[in-house]
Structures are given as C-alpha cells and as structure tokens.
C-alpha cells in the first residue's frame, strides 16, 4: 500500500511538472536530421548517444535493451568506405559513425562536417569514447528524471513503434514520454492510434527543413514549441 501510495505520488508530481517545463527532446535517429531540426529550432541544447549516428532499429532496440554494453566497443569497430563519404561501423549493431573522428579532405553539408577518415582513427578511440559515455549518462538520466520526453525516430514500422515503446514502458515504468515516429512512404498516411505512440507523414523534401509546417506541427502538437 505505501509503495503504491509513493508510485501515485511521484506520477503526480511528474504532471505537475509538465505543465511547466518544456518536455525533452531525443533522437532516437535514424539519421541526422531529427538532431539537426532540434537543434535549429534550439530545442535540442545538450547532444544525445544516437544525434548523429546511423541507427539501424535492430541494433537500436538491442542497444537499448542491453544498457549501451555493447555500444561503441573499439573490437567491433572498423572502417566504413561510403560513396561520399567514410565512417566507422560499428558490426555488431550496425551503428555508422560518419561524425566523430578528424577528417581528411572536409566537407561541410547541412551544417555538418564530412569526409575521408584516417587510417589511424583508433588513435582518437578513447578521446570519442569518452564523449559517448557523457551522452549515455546524459540520456539516461534524462530517462529516469521527473521530465516529459519526446522520444523521436525517423524510419520504422508500427510493429517496430510498438516494440519500442514497450521497450521503454518496461525499461523506465515512471518516465513520462511520447514517441515520435516520421516516415516518408505514403503507407504510413494512416494514423496508428496506439498508447504513447504518435506517428506522423512527412515528405522526404522537408526533412531537413526545420521551418517545414509538417515539423512545426510535430513541435507544436508535442509541445516542444508554443505556437507564435
């Protein structure tokens, strides 16, 4: 009874509390453009584990259900040669770093650097680890605090939405969230109306285009922007 008293209590305190603050806001990728939309809006103030990694949903679900021991370990890492540009893939979740280590040959797109990766990238190992362990206390701290969390993911099935959110329905059983699904196929017009689940349309065009109505409308409906 008390424990159930306590649970009540804190989920209380959890609503009050978002009706004042501005929830927060993860990508959750697959690529970078929700973490450039969050940042060019500036909802997106601190940088998260998969901001600007290539997350393939298997080895995101397998990352997330295993507590990030698994990520980033330098025995799976390896070179990645691209079309444009290189990166580091990491084998066993598929995960590809294009972001991280110094670039030959440096581009700039989208506001973001590019490029060809040195041969020697493991020398820069600990340095880019240690920038991951920083997100990964960051994230799951965010996880286990009394905020309201968007959680956004561009790319997956409603089977995959679902398996996510009862993933985090059981990893985090107080958090407070909502996720985001964004695809770009016309299929997905359909509203899924699942619990804690919303799932939005958005035109391939518009995706890096923070300004687009299809994201101010997301931002608004999830309360990550006040309409003007």
Request: proline share 4%.
């Given at each position: 009874m008390i424990f159930k008293k306590i649970i009540l209590f804190l989920l209380l305190f959890k609503l009050q509390l978002y009706g004042q603050n501005t929830p927060i806001a993860i990508s959750l990728g697959t690529v970078c453009p929700v973490a450039y939309v969050l940042r060019a809006q500036n909802i997106r103030t601190v940088a998260y584990p998969f901001?600007?990694?290539?997350?393939?949903?298997?080895?995101?679900?397998?990352?997330?259900?295993?507590?990030f021991s698994n990520f980033f370990q330098k025995k799976n890492l390896t070179m990645y040669v691209g079309p444009e540009f290189d990166g580091i893939i990491d084998v066993e979740s598929n995960f590809v770093f294009f972001h991280d280590f110094p670039i030959l040959n440096r581009i700039r797109k989208d506001d973001v650097e590019s490029g060809k990766i040195p041969s020697n990238f493991m020398d820069f190992y600990d340095e880019v680890y240690d920038k991951y362990l920083r997100r990964i206390y960051r994230f799951s701290n965010a996880l286990n605090s009394f905020e309201k969390v968007i959680l956004i993911r561009y790319l997956a099935t409603k089977n995959e939405a679902i398996l996510?959110?009862?993933?985090?329905?059981?990893?985090?059983?107080?958090?407070?969230?909502?996720?985001?699904?964004?695809?770009?196929?016309?299929?997905?017009?359909?509203?899924?109306?699942?619990?804690?689940?919303?799932?939005?349309?958005?035109p391939p065009a518009n995706l890096w285009n923070s300004n687009s109505e299809d994201w101010l409308n997301i931002f608004y409906e999830t309360k990550l922007l006040q309409p003007q």
């Open positions: 901001d600007w990694v290539v997350v393939p949903f298997d080895g995101l679900y397998q990352t997330l259900e295993k507590d996510l959110r009862d993933l985090f329905l059981s990893k985090y059983p107080l958090l407070d969230f909502i996720l985001v699904i964004i695809n770009d196929d016309v299929e997905n017009r359909i509203y899924w109306d699942e619990n804690l689940i919303l799932n939005y349309y958005m």
